[in-house]
């Protein structure tokens, strides 16, 4: 079994920025991946970021050279560095990770961004 537990977030003006951590621990043998969905009031969930085992990364088109997705190997944790934030970046963000056994989810971090 695997937990993820989800630190950063909260309120932020526009143009400021935050970082979200996400830490897993638990039956932990071969990462996938890692990375971050959001999701706002009303709407689905949306992929924002990932970061593969041998590091390399994706982005979603609406965060791309404003968010950075990092990895610390050793502590099984990733990070979402979130800069230049838009009142629509406001969203729930949840961390995931892909293991051979399935997906696990962290319990979601509120990000709000006001205006």
């Not at 706002?40 to 982005?59: C, H, K, M, W, Y």
């Not at 990733?78 to 838009?86: A, G, H, R, T």
Request: proline share 2%; with cysteine; charged share 15%.
């Amino acid at each position: 079994q695997v937990q993820l537990v989800q630190s950063g977030g909260g309120l932020v003006q526009a143009g400021g920025s935050l970082r979200l951590s996400c830490a897993a621990s638990g039956s932990i043998f071969r990462i996938n991946a890692m990375g971050w969905y959001r999701q706002a009031p009303g709407e689905q969930r949306d992929f924002i970021a990932l970061v593969l085992s041998g590091g390399s990364t994706n982005l979603a088109d609406s965060v791309k050279g404003r968010f950075t997705i990092s990895r610390d190997n050793a502590a099984n944790t990733v990070y979402l560095q979130m800069n230049s934030l838009k009142p629509e970046d406001t969203a729930v963000y949840y961390c995931y990770i892909d293991l051979r056994s399935g997906r696990s989810w962290g319990q979601g971090t509120q990000v709000t961004v006001s205006s």
